[in-house]
Protein backbone atom coordinates (compact mmCIF):
# COMPACT_ATOMS: atom_id res chain seq x y z
CA UNK A 1 0.00 0.00 0.00
CA UNK A 2 1.26 3.49 -0.75
CA UNK A 3 -0.03 6.69 0.08
CA UNK A 4 1.20 9.86 -1.77
CA UNK A 5 1.15 13.66 -1.24
CA UNK A 6 1.88 16.13 -3.56
CA UNK A 7 3.18 20.02 -2.86
CA UNK A 8 5.28 23.02 -4.49
CA UNK A 9 1.76 23.73 -6.56
CA UNK A 10 1.04 27.77 -6.77
CA UNK A 11 0.95 30.85 -8.91
CA UNK A 12 3.43 31.66 -11.35
CA UNK A 13 4.08 34.11 -14.36
CA UNK A 14 4.51 32.54 -17.56
CA UNK A 15 8.50 31.75 -18.27
CA UNK A 16 8.76 30.90 -14.19
CA UNK A 17 9.65 27.74 -12.75
CA UNK A 18 7.75 25.41 -9.78
CA UNK A 19 9.30 22.27 -8.45
CA UNK A 20 6.43 19.93 -7.13
CA UNK A 21 6.94 16.74 -4.98
CA UNK A 22 5.37 13.75 -4.09
CA UNK A 23 5.99 12.41 -0.58
CA UNK A 24 5.42 8.64 -0.65
CA UNK A 25 4.63 6.53 2.61
CA UNK A 26 5.56 2.76 2.54
CA UNK A 27 8.44 0.69 2.78
CA UNK A 28 9.03 -0.41 -0.98
CA UNK A 29 8.91 3.10 -2.62
CA UNK A 30 12.27 2.30 -5.01
CA UNK A 31 9.83 -0.67 -6.54
CA UNK A 32 7.48 1.50 -7.97
CA UNK A 33 7.44 3.85 -10.94
CA UNK A 34 6.51 7.32 -9.90
CA UNK A 35 5.01 9.31 -12.24
CA UNK A 36 2.31 12.80 -12.81
CA UNK A 37 -0.45 13.48 -14.52
CA UNK A 38 -2.03 16.71 -14.96
CA UNK A 39 -5.74 17.81 -15.53
CA UNK A 40 -7.13 21.19 -16.66
CA UNK A 41 -10.82 22.63 -16.32
CA UNK A 42 -13.26 20.15 -18.68
CA UNK A 43 -10.00 17.99 -20.27
CA UNK A 44 -9.18 14.50 -19.70
CA UNK A 45 -5.99 13.60 -17.42
CA UNK A 46 -3.45 13.29 -19.15
CA UNK A 47 0.12 11.89 -18.39
CA UNK A 48 3.12 14.14 -18.31
CA UNK A 49 6.41 12.54 -16.98
CA UNK A 50 7.03 9.43 -15.52
CA UNK A 51 10.32 7.55 -14.13
CA UNK A 52 11.46 4.41 -13.55
CA UNK A 53 12.69 2.18 -10.11
CA UNK A 54 16.18 3.41 -10.39
CA UNK A 55 15.64 6.86 -11.75
CA UNK A 56 18.01 5.17 -14.95
CA UNK A 57 14.35 5.85 -17.52
CA UNK A 58 12.29 8.70 -17.77
CA UNK A 59 9.83 9.25 -20.14
CA UNK A 60 7.94 12.70 -21.28
CA UNK A 61 5.36 13.73 -23.35
CA UNK A 62 6.32 15.74 -25.69
CA UNK A 63 5.02 19.18 -24.94
CA UNK A 64 7.36 19.77 -21.40
CA UNK A 65 10.40 18.04 -23.44
CA UNK A 66 13.33 19.97 -22.21
CA UNK A 67 11.37 22.08 -19.99
CA UNK A 68 10.04 19.71 -17.45
CA UNK A 69 12.33 17.35 -15.31
CA UNK A 70 11.28 14.14 -13.31
CA UNK A 71 13.45 12.39 -10.21
CA UNK A 72 13.36 10.39 -7.18
CA UNK A 73 15.28 10.42 -4.08
CA UNK A 74 14.58 6.18 -2.90
CA UNK A 75 16.26 7.30 0.27
CA UNK A 76 13.54 9.72 0.80
CA UNK A 77 10.54 7.73 -0.52
CA UNK A 78 9.97 11.15 -2.77
CA UNK A 79 9.64 12.23 -6.04
CA UNK A 80 10.13 15.64 -7.87
CA UNK A 81 9.01 17.95 -11.11
CA UNK A 82 10.97 20.66 -12.39
CA UNK A 83 9.05 22.66 -14.09
CA UNK A 84 10.50 25.78 -16.14
CA UNK A 85 9.94 27.86 -18.62
CA UNK A 86 5.51 27.59 -17.48
CA UNK A 87 3.37 28.43 -19.97
CA UNK A 88 -0.38 28.91 -19.55
CA UNK A 89 -1.17 26.00 -21.25
CA UNK A 90 1.08 23.92 -18.24
CA UNK A 91 -2.34 25.17 -15.90
CA UNK A 92 -3.66 22.53 -14.21
CA UNK A 93 -4.27 19.91 -11.76
CA UNK A 94 -1.16 18.17 -11.35
CA UNK A 95 -1.44 14.55 -9.77
CA UNK A 96 1.45 12.36 -8.39
CA UNK A 97 0.89 8.50 -9.49
CA UNK A 98 2.73 5.33 -8.62
CA UNK A 99 2.27 2.02 -9.61
CA UNK A 100 4.43 -1.24 -9.26
CA UNK A 101 7.21 -2.25 -11.60
CA UNK A 102 8.51 -2.50 -13.87
CA UNK A 103 6.16 -1.19 -16.80
CA UNK A 104 6.42 -0.91 -20.43
CA UNK A 105 6.38 2.62 -22.11
CA UNK A 106 2.92 2.48 -23.53
CA UNK A 107 1.25 1.27 -19.32
CA UNK A 108 3.31 3.91 -17.77
CA UNK A 109 1.81 6.20 -20.05
CA UNK A 110 -1.71 5.44 -19.39
CA UNK A 111 -3.70 6.71 -16.64
CA UNK A 112 -5.95 3.86 -15.98
CA UNK A 113 -3.09 1.66 -14.97
CA UNK A 114 -2.12 3.17 -12.03
CA UNK A 115 -3.61 1.89 -8.73
CA UNK A 116 -2.41 4.73 -6.70
CA UNK A 117 -2.99 8.85 -6.38
CA UNK A 118 -2.05 11.73 -4.51
CA UNK A 119 -4.57 14.43 -3.88
CA UNK A 120 -3.61 16.72 -6.46
CA UNK A 121 -2.00 20.62 -6.42
CA UNK A 122 -3.08 23.51 -8.23
CA UNK A 123 -0.66 25.08 -11.02
CA UNK A 124 -1.38 28.07 -12.38
CA UNK A 125 0.93 30.52 -15.11
CA UNK A 126 -0.07 33.75 -15.53
CA UNK A 127 0.56 35.17 -18.96
Known amino acids: QVQLAESGGGLVQAGGSLRLSCAAS????????MSWFRQAPGKEREFVAA????????YYRDSVKGRFTISRDNAKNTAYLQMNSLKPEDTAVYYC????????????????????WGQGTQVTVAS
Open 51 to 58: ISWSGGST
Open 26 to 33: GRTFSRYV
Open 97 to 116: AAQFGPLSEVVIRTTDNYGY
